[in-house]
């Protein structure tokens, strides 16, 4: 069987999105909740999150996109 690797962290849940978003905390919570009533949690490989290099950025996001994000409002 492949190795799963999951990278979660509580902070996770302090990431706030519009209300017309379907990412919310809600969400996050009810699939931890699933993934650690079921036999899956125990086999992943449990990794603490890193904050991304800038070269790691730009290798999946253009340069418009980060750009437009450095001037986005925080908490948008």
Excluded: Q
């Excluded at 999951?6 to 978003?21: A, M, N, Q, S, V």
Aim: positive net charge; contains cysteine; charged residues 35%.
């Amino acid at each position: 069987m492949k190795k799963v690797g999951f990278i979660y962290d509580d902070i996770f849940l302090r990431h706030e999105t519009p209300k017309w978003h379907p990412e919310c905390k809600e969400r996050l919570i009810a699939i931890i909740d699933a993934l650690k009533s079921s036999d899956i949690w125990d086999k992943l490989i449990h990794i603490k999150p890193r904050k991304a290099a800038f070269n790691e950025i730009e290798a999946v996001h253009t340069h418009a996109y980060i750009e437009r994000i450095k001037k986005a409002e925080p908490g948008y």
